[in-house]
């Protein structure tokens, strides 16, 4: 028999050893019945975000088949139930929650990202009593949670809010500067928003803490959502180049564009873009325009030993072109969530707030190594921890990537924090 | 500064001749027909789609690829006449109208997803693309940009000539003008309808290799360019091929001098406003002739 401490010591201890943890779990688990857990998604499968929900089902499907592999949670399997939220939104959002919840019971909704929704599938969560997992992004989740902790008590956001991407950023930039790997030509910084709330809230954190890193705002230009016709907002650039400019749009096919179009005419300066490159279609689209960019996300999946089986069973499962960057958070999502239901006695049900408080709970006390890096739940926000702008500690904080192109035909290099990165950043080679 | 005022211009010019080829395929169909085809979007999807598979599955040239893409459009747009639209027609014609647009709603939805089934969500590389640029002093006019629009005029040209001086092209007029009258006096008004469903739907597929050229390909890659022809249409006016192209540039223009000087979400509102000011003071559009309808 495992004592509480030794159980404890083995989820605190690692990611690396979920399945074996719950293999251990259910082992000596007395289930009281066998049939499937109902797991719900609520996902972007067609419309404007399909690829990144396809990834997203991706995650979820291999996750679901290794925790069912492993005996699942307490001798029950897994069963998945994705619902489509097309052009997402709150209203297509919610209501593909509360269907999910309506038709299969699910006790738990982890979801990928969905725009536009103002948080509101945590009223869904709260009203039903399930857990809901995401991966929004969005620091309005936080300052929902703190409006009401006791009724939010079942959401969580899977990685750090969109906010710390800002003064990451700058103090990215202004490290590349002060260690002279970068000699900035001016202090001026172009920042490029798109038209949706993940976007403008980087861009604004960026520009209110510019002057703070030695840097000026010369252009704040916010552009529709989406948007590929790049020709004005590079006419002002090159009017005024900056040392960097920043774009906090981040669908990757865009993005890809403004680097054809950029390198048309290009000027001195660095280039940074918001998630978007992390994708293949960037690299695929762009071609060797993108060569030197930098860009940064809160969550992807690392390149590290750790996460190497993960990624090697995700291509070999759904194809060469997977975007396994995207799969992981629900990948990972999906796990933490198994191995906190097994924790509690198991899953609940909807309305069964006792239980589903209790797997609440053990989301909050474990410390999860994921793919992605560490998932620790800030208790304020009930958001992963930000490192290392947020904490210190990289053991209790999601790791903020800085990844530079250097060569289209391969992976992105992790140049930043320095200790995750594999590579030295490089100038790109537009700059004289 | 010219080199920046040239880039303007640049980007206007190209995105009014992509927004041109959009708009008469779809003003074409509705002017003749007064059938608003919802799937045009769908089809110029198809047509970026179909021109991808030709070059990179099926190793064709990428002249074979873009021939691909116009036949696939001109198939889509046959089937959409044998399938749907001449079955509506044998019903109460007072209602085509509406039925119809509610009809090739579903068709462009079902095409949508039929393509999103096939080829993943991930956005593509359309291969039919020219890169590198035409540097003439400080100006930069990018090979693709020269490409888009060239082909465009080429086509524009074609259309004209097909519309003013073959028997066919009358015939389209004719039923445009008055479909019983032409109906009367021997015109096979079916037949118009299909050639025009057809010639709609290749247009549509060059334009969906056109936009994807200078974007990418994925589901819903047609409907920025059909919400842009829809808007070209209202503004032009009804069946009005020439005015529909000179809204198209002009508007296409207006947008991108817009997004210079006030800022680039301002683009999209601005032609938003001029559809307003037109619907207020010009309801037949700038160059629409007025329409009667008896009840």
Same mark, same amino acid.
Request: include cysteine.
């Given at each position: ?31 009281? #019945? ?177 002057? #703070? ?5 010369? &252009? ?25 400019? &920043? ?22 300066? &660095? ?62 999502? &999906? ?13 609940? #049900? ?83 | ?58 190793? @064709? ?5 873009? @021939? ?5 459009? !001109? ?35 079902? @095409? ?20 590198? !640029? ?47 009258? !032409?109906? @009367? ?111």
């Amino acid at each position: 028999m495992m004592n509480r401490r030794a159980m404890l010591q083995g989820v605190l201890g690692a990611g690396a050893a979920g399945g074996t943890l719950l293999s251990d779990l259910n082992s000596q688990a007395r289930a009281a #019945e066998d049939t499937p857990i109902p797991v719900g998604s609520a996902l972007p499968m067609s419309g404007l975000a399909a690829a990144d929900g396809i990834e997203f089902k991706n995650g979820l499907t291999l996750a679901a088949e290794e925790i069912n592999a492993a005996g699942g949670i307490l001798g029950r399997p897994i069963e998945l139930h994705i619902e489509d939220t097309k052009e997402m939104g709150a209203d297509l959002v919610t209501q593909a929650m509360q269907r999910l919840i309506d038709r299969h019971s699910t006790p738990v909704i982890i979801n990928g990202y969905n725009l536009g929704t103002n948080m509101a599938e945590m009223d869904v969560a709260a009203d039903n009593d399930v857990i809901m997992m995401h991966y929004n992004t969005l620091i309005s989740h936080n300052e929902k949670f703190k409006t009401d902790p006791d009724r939010y008590y079942g959401s969580f956001q899977g990685d750090p809010p969109e906010y710390w991407y800002g003064p990451g950023c700058l103090n990215f930039l202004k490290n590349l500067a002060d260690t002279g790997q970068w000699k900035a030509p001016n202090k001026k910084i172009a920042i490029i928003p798109s038209a949706n709330e993940y976007s403008i809230v980087i861009a604004n954190a960026i520009r209110d803490k510019a002057k #703070e890193y030695g840097f000026e705002v010369s &252009l704040f230009e916010t552009v529709p959502f989406p948007t590929n016709q790049w020709g004005p907002t590079l006419a002002k650039l090159r009017q005024d180049p900056p040392a960097a400019i &920043l774009v906090t749009h981040f669908l990757p096919q865009d993005l890809a564009q403004f680097m054809v179009q950029f390198l048309q005419q290009p000027t001195n300066s &660095l280039v940074y873009m918001q998630y978007g490159p992390s994708l293949p279609a960037f690299r695929e689209i762009g071609g060797a325009n993108i060569n030197g960019v930098l860009y940064s996300t809160v969550i992807g999946c690392l390149p590290d030993d750790y996460a190497k089986p993960f990624r090697e069973a995700y291509r070999a499962k759904f194809g060469p072109t997977a975007a396994y960057l995207t799969g992981s958070q629900t990948y990972d999502g &999906l796990w933490m969530w198994a191995i906190a239901a097994a924790l509690a006695g198991g899953p609940g #049900e909807p309305f069964n707030k006792e239980q589903v408080a209790k797997v609440a709970a053990a989301m909050r006390r474990n410390v999860y190594r994921g793919v992605n890096g560490t998932y620790r739940a800030d208790p304020a926000g009930q958001s992963a921890y930000c490192y290392p702008t947020q904490v210190a500690d990289p053991s209790l904080g999601m790791p903020h990537q800085f990844l530079q192109h250097q060569d289209y035909k391969t992976d992105a290099k992790l140049v930043a924090p320095a200790l995750y990165a594999t590579d030295s950043f490089v100038l790109p080679p537009w700059i004289k | 500064m010219l080199d920046i005022f040239v880039s303007i211009i640049v980007a206007g010019l190209t995105t009014g001749a992509l927004y041109a080829l959009a708009t008469v395929g779809l003003s074409l169909v509705w002017g003749s027909m007064g059938m608003l085809n919802m799937a045009h979007a769908a089809m110029l999807t198809l047509g970026g789609y179909v021109a991808f598979t030709a070059s990179t599955s099926l190793g @064709l040239p990428i002249g074979l690829g873009f @021939l691909a893409a116009i036949v696939a459009g !001109a198939v889509a747009g046959g089937l959409l006449y044998v399938l749907i639209v001449s079955n509506l027609l044998r019903h109460d014609k007072s209602t085509f109208e509406s039925n119809v647009m509610i009809a090739t709603v579903g068709i462009g939805i079902a @095409l949508e997803n039929a393509i999103l089934l096939t080829y993943g969500g991930q956005p593509l590389k359309q291969p039919l693309s020219v890169s590198g !640029a035409l540097v003439i002093g400080p100006v930069t006019l990018p090979y693709q940009n020269i490409l888009i629009v060239a082909v465009v005029l080429v086509l524009m040209a074609i259309v004209a000539l097909l519309l003013g001086k073959t028997r066919m092209g009358r015939a389209i007029r004719a039923t445009a003008q008055n479909r019983d009258a !032409a109906q @009367l006096l021997g015109v096979a008004v079916n037949r118009v309808y299909f050639q025009v469903l057809v010639l709609s739907g290749a247009l549509a597929g060059v334009c969906g290799v056109m936009v994807s050229s200078m974007t990418q390909l994925s589901p819903p890659l047609g409907n920025d360019p059909m919400l842009k022809a829809f808007i070209m249409c209202v503004v032009a006016g009804l069946g009005n091929l020439p005015g529909a192209i000179t809204a198209a540039f002009g508007l296409a223009l207006l947008e991108a001098f817009v997004q210079f000087v006030a800022g680039a979400r301002w683009g999209f509102p601005s032609l938003l406003f001029v559809v307003i000011a037109v619907l207020i003071w010009r309801p037949s559009g700038l160059f629409g002739r007025a329409q009667i309808r008896r009840m």
